[in-house]
């Protein structure tokens, strides 16, 4: 089998908060680049990456470079391909943007591979669960207001999720009372029995974090995420150290040899891995082993979609973040059931983009 033919597209969605029906994101919609892989044996791949910001057409435009390597490579042979696409970058080295380019080229190979051999992406993996912990992601965020986030949580509950993610290091003028009285309010509205994680998204200091991390343990948290600065390893180490609430980072993390890093000066108890920031799906894996022989369990980041497959696969797998980025380009997605996301079994990644697509294409 040979790639023919990859095909790029600037899909622009709506940021939507589509879980418990509240107010949008931090910006008004999110830019992905989705790919489509061709071959001479008439399967198809596809693939996605996202930047978040505003280099978009450069990551496509990346993208579009780096898959005019492929065309005439067997798609099966990922690893090769791989190398021969990561060595383009040359004495730049695996730096940002080839990295979110290649993991949207890694992910359609996979695709295919599944397609080739009537497997889905979980089984070629292993197959180790067919349903997995999940989270909600997005519903109970900092920017949201008070008033809302202390309903979205009962209607998350009333949902089936088990657990949920809000945000702390509120935007404006705030004082680690109104932290606390956030944590609070929220935990109570949620009840004690749901796993509440809240993400920090590195807006704290250190101090900061001891410090008001030690105020809210009372509150019982899953984790407290990227507290302060993601590559500050012996500052968030210390953080760790400080609390009883486990610390999870890693979503900012390229490649592999920096969780070494990460995980060596324990910075965190609970490895996040990002499918587009690590390069694709065999570092994913090799990360989430990485950590299993340090005894720490793994989470995703963003595209639930894809990571169902991923987190299900290893078994110290801890939960999926579902998050509704990217939901709308695809014609279906794996839906909660019970807190739990049952495994696609169809072959490949087990999604298509939707037919409605076009609609989003902005380049
Ligand atoms: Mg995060």
């Known amino acids: 089998m040979k790639i023919t033919r990859v095909k790029s597209q600037i899909v622009k969605l709506p940021a939507e908060e589509p879980l418990a029906g509240g107010p949008g994101f931090y910006r008004p919609f999110f830019e992905f680049v989705t790919i489509r892989m061709e071959t001479d044996a008439g399967i198809d791949g596809i693939g996605v990456t996202f930047f978040g910001g505003t280099l978009t057409a450069t990551l496509k435009h990346a993208v579009d470079q780096l ?15 791989g190398r021969k696409v990561r060595g383009a970058a040359g004495g730049a080295g695996p730096g940002g943007i080839s990295t979110l380019a290649f993991s949207a080229i890694d992910i359609a190979l996979w695709d295919i591979k599944g397609k ?40 998350l509950v009333e949902k089936g999720f088990k657990q949920m993610k809000m945000q702390l290091a509120l ?13 609070r309010l929220i935990r109570e509205a949620v009840g004690p029995d749901i796993d509440l994680m809240c993400d920090i998204n590195q807006r704290w200091s250190i101090n900061q974090a001891i410090d008001i991390g030690r105020r809210v343990e009372e509150f019982h948290l899953f984790w407290l995420e990227d507290v302060s600065i993601h590559d500050d390893y012996a500052g968030l180490a210390r953080v760790a150290d400080a609390l009883a609430t486990p610390i999870t980072g890693g979503e900012c993390v390229y490649g592999i040899m920096p969780f070494r890093h990460m995980i060596e000066a324990r910075s965190v108890d609970i490895v996040m891995i990002d499918l587009l920031r690590v390069g694709g799906i065999a570092n994913w894996m090799k990360v989430a082993g990485m950590a299993e022989a340090f005894n720490l369990p793994v989470v995703s980041h963003l595209l639930p979609e894809i990571h169902v497959h991923l987190v299900s696969s290893v078994p110290n797998g801890l939960t999926v973040e579902y998050m509704p980025w990217s939901f709308r380009l695809f014609e279906e997605v794996p839906v909660p059931e019970k807190g739990e996301l049952v495994v696609p079994s169809k072959p490949g990644l087990g999604l298509e983009f939707s037919h409605d697509i076009d609609r989003y294409v902005v380049g």
Do not use: F
């Open 116 to 155: 080739a051999l009537g497997q889905s992406l979980a089984m070629m993996l292993g197959g180790l669960r067919d349903r997995v912990p999940t989270y909600a992601s997005g519903a109970l965020s900092r920017t949201s207001p008070l008033e809302h986030v202390v309903k979205a949580g009962p209607v």
């Open 67 to 81: 898959s005019e390597l492929v065309i005439g490579e067997d798609p099966m042979r990922i690893e090769a391909v």
């Open 171 to 183: 935007p404006g003028e705030t004082t680690p009372a109104r932290e606390v009285e956030r944590a």
